[in-house]
């Protein structure tokens, strides 16, 4: 393992483009504002299409009147889900062998009820981009309006009414992960901590909001979408709108951001298909960001039973998990799945001998839960890294040398957990010593104790965490795996030009990763040009290979393996074609310096451009081979990656306001072998601010009523650049041996390591005045009658974890919501 | 994201906006920077059928020395006002409004006469007791501070009239404190406390308290000035006397805050403000 | 139906006339009429800053001013930054590209507007003053990060360029 920094070069000389830190080649069409997203494309004849949405949470639709809309100047449809007649309904993807998951009928357009608030009623296309939103407000919708099922743990008791009548009960499903004995795991330990923990709902709220254009010509159609998933999409939309998959193709453009929340079907890309057929012309369809917020998959929302064994010296006995998961009332892609996700890293970064997670999915009348940056993950890191503290403290032990006690080592690696997942490679000791580098302990504790005296309180969190991700080995996740219907693996074709330039067509489809730079390095080293002379198109399901999209941090560890390996099959072909035009055998050519030459003799040896032009000019290629110099390669993991880390977050509360501020935020991530160290510190960046703002900010509320109270980004609060510090990151680089790069991937890392450093150090910097445990999200006033309630002093209406306001005992008031625990409690 | 339709007017001069604004009827309405009114109206929570706009009037603009206070034509923008370092308590609270984009457009006129309670410049505006001049078909008149916010969103203003200017006093002798409490520094307040506090060899001559976002207006923490008008300034008389700040406010809770949460924010933000006040 | 009223504005030094609709936002009319689509859309509610333009060179979000607003005004976008032709960046691009300052790109040009605007008002920022500059403008991708150390950066190539020119 080499050690390195990210001000440094690290101790091996980087010479080649792997490891470089370069700057990207997608940046000049950027900063310039020549970035090409849905909304830029105008096409010749292009109508604009709106949706009608219920503004009730749960109702039969008793009548639509859409004649006005009809009859307004410019409009050239109304149409409702009786009109709209589709092939299939939208897919939810998980099929669990042997586990019934109840599944409604999801329509691209409601069919006599509305089971959100936002649920499409009717769909308008128009002439005028402000004159489909005037008709909006002519079409009439009655409702006969039925209870909103709105508490998830309320929606699973008897009596309890319906979001799906036909469906008999609002629990979607339910499934299990575990492995060894947990019962006697729990009657060996000498003390079993037990906590409920929430992980609260949020919002994907990439800045770019959904669009899509479809353009229907005659027997094919072109849907331009903001998605993380063309190819996919595409094979959806063939049983949807009724025509074969070559005749349809999709487009991702430039997609600015996604997080999840565009690795995704949705109705509005069927719908648009269907008008443009329907009228002969263009449509295009843009949500706006109220739409985004209700309409556009939510993340998390989980309640945790946990249950964690230890014994007395911090050896875990075992950890089991309940998890109850609001998803919503209808399925999107993978919604009952992600909740189950968590359950392959139950085990965290330790030797648990029994780890048990039980899933039970609940409908209510919200939007779709589905991933969002972590899927899963951040959940469980969350539930564990909380826990840890949670023990250690009651155990009266320091939690970082809890967690040494458990790490696995490593000498076992690979190593098998309780679950039966391998982790691929990992040294947890090393990431944690490498961030006490870098966090004096002794000298903050004075520092804490001296500032406390002052009445500043200060604290410091720790979540050191490994993830799952570089999604996936087929056979695990598949149909007779763990049900999802697809394969995982991802695909390439190197194709090298006579000049000896290349392009790389990938089945990833990036929104912000840097793949056209990231791809770019991986293919010139293994073909021995610069990354200057390789183009990487992506999203066009014309262009390249069927591929499976970018999500899951497999960008690297899936899609630059497959392009490596196409890469490679070329450097196999240029050695045979260089070793005939030399005169030598294949086996003595050796690719260096950007030459394939003799080995032993380098004043013999050619260029890429050279072979080239002879594979594309075959006057002198070997018997048997073909002209040209492309390669395809379907890359399929034998196993997921499992990248980790180490976290650190210094706060300071405001005690009389409850206010936290972050003060320092440091990170040690392994995420294997670099391809390029500016792309990864953007991540881990990215990922830390994305895991703050749902711990300190973001929270998806609905009433009672079942109305989402934070529609808009005036109340769904993403952080800014003032409500954050900048991290201190540092690596170290443990290869994996899944794939030849080497690489683990680290696009999630860092939202899944951060919630439980922010809870974990608002805590600390509490204990003081009796504060042993807090849900997020730690917002002013949470964090002030947290303080309050340890003080034995009253607060109001308190604020839950869901945004609803009860009195301090738990019993609703102020027309809010049913009764919620105490925090930390029993259940 | 698209308002309904409109009519639009860009008169040149005061007496034509007047005019234009009186013709137009119910459904005309003022436009100055236009952030507060287009984002209600982006999300069809208002639907003039006019708008008439003073961006085109000269003379509105601008901050001059006046009677040893500060006229402010109704136009001047917040950026403005925040850079003129001389307006003291009111330049740091237009410095606090929203972002600099936002600051960089919206007005103090047109702040003031939306009367939003959880906007900063009016919660100023009462404590330092100022007027506005405003201007209509039956002539000009003064209203002030004091008389101006009536209840939500609704000021003394007419609708055929247009504010001109908004005068604040001298504040001779007056120290100040402005707390802004936010979830994130481009929000509006939670809550707000403007305090100011005239000292007299360390007791307290004379104190404003106004509190932000504490009701349906910008209010006056009445309680706290009067237990706190004629006593030393000791640090324990100021906590005692923020410690009724909230008295008689019945603040509706939100996304945020509770109603108990709130005023327990405005008791420790008076107790800040009149800290910052006294140093200053 | 609303009467259209006759606007000019100078868009990138570019004298532009149109009748329009008085509800026209400016960022439509930057985005649609003009063929102008660096300028973006990212909210309704005038919190994100995709959408942040320089107005009579101060920096406004061109969603919450009315187009016929902008009437008699100068107005530069992302499009008007660098030096026209021959691929030249204005310094404030080169340090984004340089520092890794974007991701996906969408919130980047009103990113850099509103970076032009800070760094005109105060060249010589801190990094709170940057972070606090750009509070008007969201980011999911990037934690602020990078795009806080490309705008020190473009202050102190752009205070050294003035240092060197003087």
């Not at chain 1, 009859?71 to 669990?96: C, H, K, N, Q, S």
């Amino acid at each position: 393992m080499s050690a390195v920094t990210d001000a440094s070069a690290g101790p091996t000389p980087i010479s080649g483009p792997i490891g470089r830190r370069m700057k990207r080649k997608e940046d000049p069409r950027l900063i310039t504002g020549r970035g090409n997203y849905v909304d830029d494309m105008v096409l010749p004849g292009m109508l604009y299409m709106a949706l009608v949405r219920a503004d009730v949470a749960h109702a039969k639709i008793r009548s639509i009147d859409k004649s006005a809309a009809e009859a307004r100047e410019g409009i050239y449809a109304v149409l409702t889900g009786e009109d709209i007649g589709v092939g299939a309904p939208l897919p939810m993807v998980w099929v669990p062998p042997g586990v019934e998951v109840k599944t409604p009928e999801h329509w691209p357009l409601a069919r006599g009820e509305v089971n959100h608030v936002g649920d499409p009623v009717a769909v308008i296309v128009g002439a005028d981009k402000y004159g489909v939103v005037d008709a909006l407000a002519d079409v009439v919708v009655e409702y006969d309006e039925l209870p909103a099922v709105i508490d998830p743990e309320k929606a699973l008791e008897d009596g309890a009414p319906l979001v799906h009548e036909d469906l008999g009960t609002n629990k979607t499903h339910e499934w299990a992960l575990g492995g060894g004995d947990i019962d006697a795991a729990m009657s060996e330990a000498d003390v079993v901590v037990e906590r409920r923990i929430v992980n609260h709902r949020t919002a994907g709220a990439a800045i770019e909001p959904r669009g899509c254009i479809a353009d229907w010509r005659a027997d094919s159609v072109t849907l331009w979408t903001s998605t993380q998933i063309p190819h996919l999409v595409r094979l959806f939309l063939a049983g949807e709108i009724g025509l074969s998959e070559e005749k349809i193709r999709v487009v991702a453009p430039e997609v600015g951001g996604g997080f999840g929340s565009k690795l995704n079907h949705y109705a509005e890309e069927v719908l648009a298909c269907y008008l443009s057929r329907h009228l002969g012309r263009p449509v295009k369809w843009l949500e706006t960001r109220s739409e985004n917020l209700a309409t556009t998959t939510h993340g998390r929302d989980l309640i945790a039973y946990c249950k964690m064994g230890f014994k007395s010296d911090g050896t875990i006995t075992g950890f089991h998990t309940k998890i109850v998961a609001d998803l919503g009332a209808y399925y999107q892609l993978l919604t009952p799945f992600i909740p189950c996700f968590a359950a392959f890293v139950m085990s965290g970064c330790y030797k648990i001998p029994a780890v048990q997670t039980d899933i039970v999915g609940v409908f209510t009348n919200k939007f779709a839960t589905d991933a969002v940056r972590g899927a899963g993950r951040p959940e469980a890191t969350h539930a564990i890294e909380v826990m840890m503290d949670q023990g250690a403290a009651e155990l009266g032990l320091d939690p970082l040398e809890v967690r040494r006690k458990n790490f696995i080592p490593k000498e076992d690696f690979p190593a098998e957990v309780a679950v039966g997942v391998i982790y691929d490679s990992g040294d947890y000791h090393g990431t944690l010593d490498r961030l006490l580098e870098h966090v004096d302990m002794d000298a903050f504790r004075r520092e804490q104790e001296e500032l406390r005296s002052q009445g500043v309180y200060r604290g410091i969190g720790f979540s050191t965490y490994v993830e799952i991700c570089g999604l996936a080995p087929s056979r695990v996740v598949g149909p007779s795996g763990v049900g999802i219907q697809g394969g995982f693996w991802e695909s390439a074709v190197v194709r090298v030009h006579p000049s000896g330039a290349a392009t790389v067509f990938t089945g990833s489809s990036p929104h912000g990763q840097g793949h056209e730079t990231g791809f770019a390095q991986i293919v010139a080293e293994k073909l021995g040009i610069e990354p200057e002379q390789v183009e990487v198109i992506h999203g066009d399901t014309d262009t390249g290979p069927f591929g499976m999209g970018t999500y899951g941090s497999r960008t690297l560890s899936v899609g630059g393996e497959a392009a490596g390996r196409a890469a490679m099959k070329v450097q196999d072909k240029a050695k045979k074609l260089a070793a005939h035009l030399l005169e030598a055998a294949p086996e003595d050519i050796e690719l260096s310096g950007g030459r394939y030459q003799v080995k032993g003799s380098p004043d013999k040896g050619l260029p890429l451009g050279d072979i080239a032009l002879a594979a594309y000019v075959p006057e002198n290629i070997p018997e048997g081979m073909e002209p040209g110099l492309e390669e395809t390669s379907f890359y399929d993991p034998e196993n997921f990656v499992w990248p980790f880390g180490a976290h650190a977050a210094v706060v300071d509360v405001d005690i009389d306001t409850g206010k936290v501020e972050v003060s320092r935020y440091v990170a040690v991530d392994d995420c294997g072998r670099a391809i390029n160290p500016l792309l990864i510190e953007g991540q881990v960046h990215g990922g830390i601010a994305h895991a703050i703002g749902q711990a300190l900010f973001e929270q998806v509320v609905y009433n009672d009523e079942g109305q989402l109270v934070t529609g808009t980004f005036v109340d769904y609060a993403l952080p800014t650049a003032a409500e954050l510090p900048s991290f201190e990151t540092d690596r170290t680089e443990t290869p994996s041996p899944v794939n030849e790069l080497g690489v683990k991937g680290v696009g999630e890392a860092g939202t899944i390591a951060a919630t439980p450093t922010m809870v974990n150090a608002v805590i600390d910097a509490l204990r003081p005045l009796g504060v042993t445990y807090m849900n997020m999200p730690l917002t002013p006033m949470r964090v002030w009658q947290a303080i309050q309630e340890a003080q034995g002093g009253g607060s109001g209406p308190r604020s839950t974890e869901q945004g609803r306001q009860t009195d301090e005992h738990g019993s609703g008031s102020a027309g809010s919501g049913p009764a919620s625990p105490a925090e930390g409690g029993d259940s | 994201m698209i308002p309904a339709e409109f009519d639009y007017a860009a008169p040149e001069s005061l007496d034509d906006a007047i005019s234009t604004l009186s013709q137009g009827g119910d459904g005309a309405k003022l436009i100055a920077g236009g952030h507060s009114l287009l984002p209600l109206m982006k999300l069809r929570f208002a639907s003039p059928s006019l708008l008439v706009s003073l961006g085109k009037v000269p003379g509105l603009a601008g901050i001059e020395r006046s009677n040893g206070g500060f006229k402010i034509g109704a136009m001047t923008r917040h950026a403005e006002v925040a850079a003129e370092s001389d307006l003291g308590v009111m330049a740091h609270a237009a410095g606090l409004v929203a972002d600099q984009q936002v600051r960089n457009r919206g007005t103090i006129g047109g702040s003031i006469s939306h009367g939003d309670s959880a906007g900063d410049p009016p919660t100023v505006f009462l404590a330092a007791e100022g007027s506005v001049t405003a201007k209509g078909p039956n002539g000009e008149r003064e209203i002030a501070a004091t008389d101006m916010f009536k209840s939500y969103l609704t000021t003394a203003v007419a609708p055929d009239e247009v504010v001109t200017s908004v005068y604040i006093p001298a504040l001779e002798g007056f120290g100040w404190g402005y707390e802004k409490f936010v979830r994130r520094s481009e929000d509006w307040a939670m809550v707000g406390v403007c305090a100011l506090v005239k000292s007299n060899g360390g007791t307290c001559e004379d104190v404003r308290v106004a509190l932000t976002h504490m009701g349906a207006t910008p209010l006056r923490a009445s309680a706290t000035e009067e237990a706190l008008r004629g006593q030393s300034l000791s640090p324990e008389s100021i906590a005692a006397a923020a410690e009724q700040a909230a008295e008689g406010t019945n603040p509706p809770g939100d996304l945020n805050a509770t109603p108990d949460y709130k005023k327990h924010l405005a008791r420790v933000l008076t107790r800040r403000a009149l800290t910052a006040a006294i140093a200053r | 139906m609303a009467e259209n009223v006759r606007v000019n504005v100078t868009v990138n030094g570019e004298s532009r006339e149109a009748d329009v609709e008085p509800r026209l936002l400016l960022v439509h009319y930057l985005r649609d009429n003009l063929g102008l689509t660096g300028t973006h859309i990212g909210c309704d509610t005038s919190n994100c800053g995709a959408c942040t333009v320089l107005l009579d060179g101060e920096s406004v979000k061109s969603c919450t001013v009315l187009a016929v607003q902008a009437d008699g005004c100068d107005v530069k976008t992302i499009e008007g930054m660098a030096p026209a032709g021959n691929g030249a960046l204005h310094p404030i691009q080169e340090a984004f590209w340089e520092h890794h300052g974007l991701q996906c790109g969408y919130c980047t040009p009103g990113m850099i507007m509103a970076a032009a605007d800070l760094l005109e008002r105060n060249p010589n920022p801190t990094e709170e003053e940057v972070r606090h500059g750009l509070e008007g403008n969201l980011c999911r991708c990037t934690g602020y990060h990078n795009i806080v150390k490309a705008v020190m950066a473009a202050a102190e190539s752009m205070g050294s360029a003035k240092g060197v020119s003087a």
